[in-house]
C-alpha cells in the first residue's frame, strides 16, 4: 500500500494544514510522507496527475464537392 500511495497519491487532506488546521481523528501521520506535501496537502514536486500522453489529432475539415454542384458553380 505505501507503493501505490507514494506512486499514484497527489494530495492528502491529512496533511492540507492550510483546509484543516488540526490533523482529523482518521489521519495517521507519517514524517516521511509529510515531508512529500506542501501545507496545501499537494505534492512539493514530481507528482501531479498523470495526463493523457497521446495528443489527439483532429482532422482537418475538407469540403467534399459532388460532381453536379461542381459544374454548377
Known amino acids: 500500500m505505501r507503493k501505490f500511495r507514494s506512486r499514484y497519491m497527489y494530495y492528502s487532506y491529512c496533511y492540507d494544514t492550510v483546509r484543516y488546521p488540526v490533523p ?9 510522507e509529510k515531508e512529500r506535501f ?6 512539493k ?4 496527475h498523470q ?7 483532429r482532422r482537418s475539415r475538407v ?11
Open 38 to 43: 506542501k501545507d496545501t496537502g499537494r505534492l
Open 63 to 73: 469540403r467534399v464537392v459532388s460532381a453536379s454542384e461542381d459544374q454548377s458553380v
Open 51 to 57: 495526463s493523457n500522453k497521446r495528443r489527439s489529432r
Open 45 to 48: 514536486f514530481g507528482g501531479s
Open 24 to 32: 482529523l481523528p482518521e489521519c495517521v501521520i507519517d514524517p516521511y
